[in-house]
T-cell receptor, first 115, second 115 residues
Framework: AQTVTQSQPEMSVQEAETVTLSCTYDTSESDYYLFWYKQPPSRQMILVIRQEAYKQQNATENRFSVNFQKAAKSFSLKISDSQLGDAAMYFCAYRRTGANSKLTFGKGITLSVRP | DAGITQSPRHKVTETGTPVTLRCHQTENHRYMYWYRQDPGHGLRLIHYSYGVKDTDKGEVSDGYSVSRSKTEDFLLTLESATSSQTSVYFC??????????????FGPGTRLTVT
């Protein structure tokens, strides 16, 4: 069974600084997808970024980028130029390929941004 | 916006009463999911559907049933609510992007309290 581990329950970052959120996972599959979701206080789950396992290039979406280390089964999220609106809970998630594959989530990390 | 609504958004009910949560989508997505979110657990899959009248169990399905009589609606029923089912419930759909990746998009969530 696949598992996703987020070992840091909380992190804090100064506004305009950079922060990295860690995630590790376990799978026997060679092809899969990894995602980071953001959950602000509104409770809405927002897809931030995705990574295809077959791609060596790390995904980037504006201020958000990932460091995907397939051999180490590590998938960290880097937030650059942190903004107050980045304060939220962040979830790492894994999904096998296929239309109906379910998401397996980590427990989440609460990120606070200091003004 | 994946066109997903959930109703009710908040509900308080008593132990032993039946409860039905509704997920409605407007874009004819085939795959739909119900998750629950609890502190320290992330999101966990309850049930999912891969078409009208086609459903299957997730990892935490005990005490829950689902039905999907038409594409747009996916209902989650707690036959006899217990305090352990106090949680936030999310509905999700799976949609294929232009890059061929299936991604899940979430509804706004329903906060259920069982007293």
């Amino acid at each position: 069974a696949q598992t996703v581990t987020q070992s840091q329950p909380e992190m804090s970052v100064q506004e305009a600084e950079t922060v990295t959120l860690s995630c590790t996972y376990d799978t026997s599959e060679s092809d899969y997808y990894l995602f980071w979701y953001k959950q602000p206080p509104s409770r809405q789950m927002i897809l931030v970024i995705r990574q295809e396992a077959y791609k060596q290039q790390n995904a980037t979406e504006n201020r958000f980028s990932v460091n995907f280390q397939k051999a180490a089964k590590s998938f960290s999220l880097k937030i650059s130029d942190s903004q107050l609106g980045d304060a939220a809970m962040y979830f790492c998630a894994y999904r096998r390929t296929g239309a109906n594959s379910k998401l397996t989530f980590g427990k989440g990390i609460t990120l606070s941004v200091r003004p | 916006d994946a066109g997903i609504t959930q109703s009710p958004r908040h509900k308080v009910t008593e132990t032993g009463t039946p409860v039905t949560l509704r997920c409605h989508q407007t874009e004819n997505h085939r795959y739909m999911y119900w998750y629950r979110q609890d502190p320290g657990h992330g999101l966990r899959l309850i049930h999912y559907s891969y078409g009208v009248k086609d459903t299957d169990k997730g990892e935490v399905s005990d005490g829950y049933s689902v039905s999907r009589s038409k594409t747009e609606d996916f209902l989650l029923t707690l036959e006899s609510a217990t305090s352990s089912q106090t949680s936030v419930y999310f509905c999700a759909i799976s949609d294929q992007t232009t890059r061929g990746i299936y991604e899940q998009y979430f509804g706004p969530g329903t906060r259920l309290t069982v007293t």
